[in-house]
């Protein structure tokens, strides 16, 4: 799993390039259409969009924020413009660093994937020799700074607006990942909790039969139901026989139909930086932190923790420091 950072390129105080269509609209719509892929590709993904402000607190708190969290990748998502208006087709581009070798791989990738779409393949341009752009210099990390297509380019945005922001994304984020992404998020009822271990590299299918993400031996999962040889996951199947059952808790037994639609519950965080676990143990591994006054949604008890909803497969946290809400 890579750690990845996003952001839109510019802000409302601070505007990007406009004609047919505007700059910051729209890539903050691309922003969050491919933060939606990664994540369900199970890439750790962080926004690193800043709010208003000036251009130069605009620039230096993405690549702040990106370097803060050691991103491994981080990609600005911007969109083009060269003319006050243009009839015709100009394309899509990427900066990059071009003597970085995983830059390369990705920005490839991505403009491949734009051209499948149907946008003019610009490829790569050079963001430190050619320009010195400052979110490929500053950054820590490859940095791949997209330019979806040109704003004033009439069948640029018209192949835009008729492939909508979903398509393009997702297409930008398969070029990120290098696979393709599955669709829906099948939502599953949770009929137990069981954590799982696994014991082969396994991949996680979608009910599409799309392979959303690989686990690698040793990751612990929540399995919320089974079918036959299938795991059930909150974000599709999983292959019971390359996992073995790790805990199996008090919330094994099914729950009855009554219970699945009770009320939701809720809780705050009250310590400052709240563990969630993959069990409900104080050994379980750390599947990240939630910051004091972070609302939870609890599933159940188990022991002295809840089981939470938290990323696709849940988690577990210390109930000393949950105030139900
Ligand atoms: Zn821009």
């Known amino acids: 799993m890579s750690k990845i950072a996003v952001r839109g390129g510019h802000n409302f105080a601070c505007p990007g390039a406009s004609a047919i269509i505007d700059e910051t609209t729209e890539d903050r719509k691309i922003k969050d259409v491919v ?19 000036g251009e130069n607190e ?18 600005p998502i911007h969109f083009n413009k060269a ?4 009839n015709g087709k100009i394309g899509s581009e990427v900066w990059l660093n071009p003597n970085n070798a995983t830059s390369v791989a990705v920005g490839n990738r991505i403009v491949n994937k734009l051209e499948a779409l149907g946008f003019k393949n610009r490829g790569l341009k050079d963001g430190i020799n050619g320009e010195h752009l400052h979110d490929i210099k500053a950054s820590n990390m490859p940095s791949i700074l997209v330019e979806v297509c040109f704003v004033e380019a009439t069948e640029d945005v018209s192949l835009y607006k008729k492939l909508g922001a979903d398509v393009i994304g997702k297409s930008i984020a398969e070029g990120i990942v290098g696979h393709t992404i599955g669709n829906a998020i099948v939502s599953t009822p949770i009929k137990f909790r069981k954590l799982i271990k696994i014991i082969k590299q396994t991949p996680l ?22 079918d036959k040889n299938w795991w059930i996951l909150p974000a599709g199947s999983i292959s019971k026989v390359n996992c073995q059952e790790v805990i199996k808790t008090s919330t094994t037994k099914p729950i009855t139909a009554a219970n699945t639609s009770k009320t939701a519950q809720y809780g705050v965080v009250t310590a400052s930086a709240l563990f969630v676990r993959s069990g409900h143990t ?12 972070t609302k939870v ?25 949950i105030t139900l809400l």
């Open 297 to 321: 949604r609890i599933d159940n008890k188990v022991d002295n923790f809840y089981s939470i909803y938290y990323g696709i497969c849940g988690g577990f946290v210390s109930a000393d420091y």
């Open 35 to 53: 933060i939606k892929y990664l994540k369900l590709a199970g890439e750790d993904t962080l926004d690193v969009t800043p709010s208003n402000c």
């Open 282 to 293: 104080l050994t379980s591994t750390k599947l990240g932190t939630l910051d004091k006054g």
């Open 205 to 226: 299918i979608d009910a599409g039969g799309a392979n959303i993400r690989t686990f690698k031996v040793g990751d612990e999962v929540t399995a919320v139901d089974e």
């Open 83 to 86: 003319y006050d208006s243009y």
């Open 58 to 75: 605009d620039l230096n708190y993405g690549t702040n924020a990106a370097n803060n969290a050691k991103a491994d990748l981080f990609i």
